[in-house]
């Protein structure tokens, strides 16, 4: 492995649990939301980054201290951090791009992006929703600011899935008009 491309991971402890972030010489290339325990949020960062730990150089430190506002409640904005998504697909690419343009408190659907993409219908939705649960850096890249049609929850692919969604909303103020019922849905540390 090149020097450029060596990956490593750090984490830390947020409000919500301990959180990870792994980076290479182009930019945070993963982030993970807290598991059920802290061994268990390093085995999934490091299945999605293949990294190794270290400590994080200062221009990771600044995105880590960001996160850590962000999950105490604070704005937040991550448009410029950067971000490693070269082994994606040129429509992840885009798409991430693209959705790294909704701003903090904002929503979209899966439906909005599509078209702003230039992919019709419900299979363009439904390709947007399958790129959003592949994801390695939600928080920086806002997947959880993609509603279903109508205004809807929809799915999320971190640990405690659509209630962790719907607190990041939460987070940002944003109100839904059908949260999930708390008792039915798991819990992370914090949440």
Same mark, same amino acid.
């Given at each position: ?43 999934r960062l490091v299945a999605k980054a293949g990294s190794t730990a270290a400590v994080p150089p200062p221009w990771v430190a600044a995105p880590v201290a960001d996160i850590r506002r962000y999950l105490a409640g604070e704005r937040v904005d991550f @448009? !410029? ?8 697909? /040129? ?5 991430? +791009?693209? &959705?790294? =343009? ?45 509603? @279903? !049609? ?8 971190? /640990? ?5 969604? +719907?607190? &990041?909303? =939460? ?21």
């Amino acid at each position: 492995m090149t020097a450029q491309r060596q990956t490593h991971h750090h984490l830390f402890d947020t409000a919500l649990g301990r959180c990870g972030v792994a980076w290479n010489a182009r930019g945070l290339c993963a982030v993970q939301l807290p598991d059920r325990t802290p061994a268990a949020t390093e085995r999934r960062l490091v299945a999605k980054a293949g990294s190794t730990a270290a400590v994080p150089p200062p221009w990771v430190a600044a995105p880590v201290a960001d996160i850590r506002r962000y999950l105490a409640g604070e704005r937040v904005d991550f @448009a !410029a951090v950067a971000v490693d998504l070269d082994s994606l697909e /040129p429509f992840q690419q885009k798409l991430y +791009a693209a &959705l790294r =343009a909704v701003p903090f408190g904002a929503t979209t659907t899966y439906g909005e992006l599509a078209k702003t993409l230039g992919l019709p219908g419900w299979e363009g939705a439904r390709d947007v929703g399958a790129a959003m649960g592949q994801n390695p850096v939600p928080i920086v890249i806002p997947c959880h600011r993609v509603l @279903a !049609a109508g205004g809807r929850l929809g799915g999320f692919s971190a /640990p405690g899935g659509s209630a962790t969604k +719907a607190r &990041l909303l =939460a987070l940002e103020g944003v109100k839904l008009s059908a949260a999930p019922a708390a008792a039915a849905i798991p819990r992370l540390p914090g949440l």
